[in-house]
């Protein structure tokens, strides 16, 4: 094969004259070129590292502190209070070194530590800054004079023009919990969901939780809180993630959709050219750092960028216990999965990345490749859909040496996966509305052998030109994926384009080395296990029930006027729909971020309340709406307060989570926590909102919509439902289940929330009539250029 022999540097060859040597000046070229792009790489990160390190100071400002101290001895002044006589006196006394030179040296070293105290107070000072949290429970638009110093100081301390992980030194750790705070608001989130009975059953065992076994445990967390800079994440990732032993698909992986109206041009390897082009954009400036660190919108209050780290070059690995991610620096190319093949397609030549009508030449090799599978290779992925242990067996046994391992290396060391499928997806044909309900299946699952589930995220390009992106999770939460799949959308389609046949702009050097396609040699025994996981994840994909809509008949800009967050007025409307469709309340679950913190994740918002419940039973049971208006405003005043107190650190589950494992690490029983991590969420809820305002311009340009991104549901009995808010009219709504429960169904469901929705916007605007039903329209569709504005809005969780 050509490429095999374009790897190779030389060759020789034995003959009676001697040895024959034949070096390859290409081949040298490229290490040579690899080696520089290497260590090019280190000198950014090095220099990178330095300007984070002394951040919020910057490496210029040493200068400037030596200068002032030098000038300040020049004028036969002292600012050093006799330090620099001190550090004179303890200099290594050299001979070439004169009495004056010694006093420069002693100067300069009293700088650097003065320059060096400044770094760290005023970080100090930075990180007791971004501990104030009492902004956020201030009323909206009526700022505090404490508040407004605040935010002046953070200014001040927060220097200029940070880099991505500038502001990692400065974060605060994540307070602990008191027991008697976690455990009231605790009982407090039960109590809707519980008779007199239960929940003076629940009350007493939480009682004598606190008073006895809940304060020992409690006394390991606070030495862990001292010691970690989180108490939280990394159990979070081993325990939750990682520990797991049932499917990852469905079960954790989380996917995010292509533009809803538009498709920028119908080539699949086009579409795959620019988009794969613009992903490996992004990983350049996220390993120069220039990726500006995420901020609450609207503020000067930076988030924790720990989760970038992990990106790129990351994958799973299953083990028999227990799982574990693997990253690596770097990787030139990725591997492309098509009809059954597996490819390695380099992206770097000679040093530079390929322009994306080169990649895109590349993949339509892949596509014209008439080779076929190896045997046993074209539905080996199902080992990553299936349940962990066996998965982690086969690699063991089959893939720990020899063609199998080199092949089993070369895609988990990938930047990231891709799918180059043959199926069309997307909005399309005679039922719109049923072909987003398979577009979001196909993404979620696939033929639940042609996705590597365990990479850091897998891209979809399908054969009509669509696309989409499947992300395992225990890496990281969904927002920091969406930050890169708006760039990568934005890129593809506004910055790099497409000529008028739609395909790539750029020309190709047809003497690229084609794709190399990874050798397998799966026994029979291996085959019978790729069977046997193809077979539990198959029939996990089946019983999957999906719904995906967009509701148009209004959005946050009409929920805005009548005062009233469009988040709470969300969650309102799912407590309500939820209880019409099985007369009861649910533990409701509601993803909430904590990257106001050092490594921060997320928290558990718990949406279900004694004032949501209150509200709803009114409502439906027809009080007046006065008396309706008035627990509805309550009931929306106390979510928007839990929410707030789970972004800073005061809510109730991942405390009681790290409580449970500590008593796990301790050999100890505790009936409470046992029970409490024993209730299942019926009703599991996200909503992530728009990161990059600035690509976005829907009264423009309507047609550039994501209809976002979805998950699987978390309880066999319950709904996932993520959703998010798009400009001020549209809100899209994902909604799982399982048909194997006869109790719940996805398109019912989601009739419950759009009844729900206008009986909401109905009781806050009684005099406004009720908006025509539009939301299967699609607006004016316009040509797409190279100027226009997009819109992406993916939903995490």
């Given amino acids: 094969m050509a490429e095999a022999h374009q790897a190779v540097a030389f060759q020789f060859t034995v003959t009676p004259e001697g040895i024959d040597l034949q070096l390859s000046h290409q081949a040298l070229t490229e290490i040579y070129l690899s080696g520089v792009r290497s260590w090019k790489k280190r000198i950014i990160r090095l220099k990178n590292s330095v300007i984070t390190g002394v951040y919020p100071a910057s490496p210029s400002s040493w200068l400037f502190v030596v200068i002032a101290i030098l000038a300040t001895m020049y004028t036969r002044s002292d600012p050093s209070m006799g330090l620099i006589a001190k550090i004179q006196e303890h200099l290594p006394v050299s001979q070439s070194m004169s009495t004056q030179c010694q006093a420069v040296v002693s100067a300069v070293l009293f700088s650097t530590m003065l320059w060096l105290l400044l770094i760290f107070t005023m970080r100090l000072c930075l990180k007791q800054l971004l501990s104030y949290h009492r902004w956020m429970f201030e009323q909206h638009g009526k700022m505090s004079n404490t508040t407004k110093v605040w935010v002046a100081l953070v200014r001040i301390f927060s220097g200029r023009k940070p880099l991505l992980y500038s502001y990692q030194g400065s974060l605060p750790n994540l307070p602990l919990p008191t027991i008697k705070d976690t455990v009231k608001r605790y009982l407090e989130s039960v109590r809707p969901l519980m008779d007199d009975t239960q929940y003076e059953r629940m009350t007493k065992l939480a009682a004598e ?69 613009a992903f490996f954009l992004y990983r350049r400036k996220l390993n120069k750092e220039e990726i500006k660190p995420s901020r609450i919108p609207g503020t000067v209050i930076p988030l924790c960028a720990a989760q970038c780290e992990r990106i ?103 930047a990231f996966f891709v799918t180059l499928d043959d199926d069309e997806q997307g909005m399309m044909g005679d039922d719109p509305a049923a072909s987003l309900d398979r577009y979001a299946k196909s993404l ?165 309340t004694n004032e949501s419940s209150a509200f709803v039973r009114a409502l439906d049971g027809g009080e007046a709406a006065d008396v309706c208006r008035r627990l509805f405003r309550a009931a929306l005043d106390k979510h928007q307060n839990l929410y707030r107190m789970a972004m800073t650190g005061a809510g109730i589950d991942r405390h009681l989570f790290c409580l449970y494992v500590v008593s796990k690490y301790l050999g100890v029983e505790s009936p409470f926590l046992k029970e409490v991590l024993s209730e299942p ?117």
């Fill in 312 to 414: 790129f070059n990351t994958t799973r690995t299953p083990g028999e216990e227990t799982d574990t991610v693997q990253h690596w620096q770097d990787s030139d190319y990725i591997v492309a999965y098509h009809r059954g093949r597996y490819f390695r397609l380099r992206v770097y030549q000679a040093g530079r990345l390929l322009s994306p009508r080169e990649i895109e030449f590349q993949v339509q090799r892949i596509l014209d490749d008439p080779s076929p599978p190896s045997k046993g290779e074209a539905k080996l992925g199902a080992l990553t859909a299936g349940d962990r242990i066996p998965w982690a067996k086969a690699r063991t046994k089959y893939f720990s040496s020899g063609v199998n391992k080199r092949s089993l290396d070369c895609i988990e060391r990938a």
């Fill in 681 to 797: 969420w019926r009703l599991s809820t996200s909503q992530t909102p728009v990161q990059q305002v600035e690509l976005f311009d829907l009264v423009n340009h309507p047609e550039y919509i994501s209809c976002g991104g979805g998950f699987g549901p978390v309880a066999d009995d319950g709904y996932g439902v993520s959703y998010c808010i798009v400009g001020d009219n549209l809100i899209n709504f994902h909604i799982s289940c399982k048909h194997s429960c006869p109790d719940t169904d996805a398109h019912k469901f989601g009739a419950q929330i759009r009844k729900a929705l206008h009986d909401l916007i109905q009781l806050l605007s009684p005099n406004q009539k009720e908006p025509n039903k539009t939301e299967e329209s699609r607006p004016e569709i316009k040509k797409c250029d190279s100027n226009a504005v997009w819109l992406l809005v993916f939903v995490g969780f």
């Fill in 444 to 608: 979620l699952h696939g033929k639940c052998y042609d996705r590597w589930f365990d990479k850091s995220f897998s891209v979809v390009y399908y054969k009509n030109g669509k696309n989409g992106i499947n992300a395992e999770h225990s890496w990281a939460d969904a927002p920091v994926l969406a930050h890169l799949w708006e760039y990568t959308l934005a890129t593809d389609s506004f910055q790099l384009g497409y000529n008028a046949e739609g395909h790539c702009k750029g020309d190709v050097d047809s003497s690229l080395p084609r794709p190399q396609k990874l050798n397998w040699e799966i026994p029979p025994e291996c085959e019978e296990q790729i069977s046997q996981s193809l077979a539990v994840a198959q029939a996990l994909a089946d019983d999957v029930d999906f719904h995906v809509f967009s509701f148009r008949d209004f959005g946050k800009g009409k929920v805005k006027k009548c005062r009233v967050s469009p988040d709470a007025f969300i969650q309102m409307a799912l407590q309500l729909a939820y209880y019409r469709d099985r007369r009861t309340f649910c533990l409701t679950y509601e993803a909430s971020m904590t990257r106001l913190f050092r490594e921060g994740r997320t928290e558990t918002v718990r949406s279900c």
């Fill in 209 to 277: 939780f606190e008073s006895s076994l809940g304060n020992r445990l409690h006394w390991y967390l606070k030495l862990k809180a001292l010691w970690a800079s989180n108490y939280v994440s990394d159990w979070w990732e081993e325990y939750v993630y990682l520990r797991g032993r049932s499917p990852i698909m469905v079960n954790s992986n989380y996917y995010g959709m292509d533009f809803l109206y538009v498709t920028p041009t119908p080539i699949q390897s086009a579409r795959a050219g620019n988009s794969i082009h």
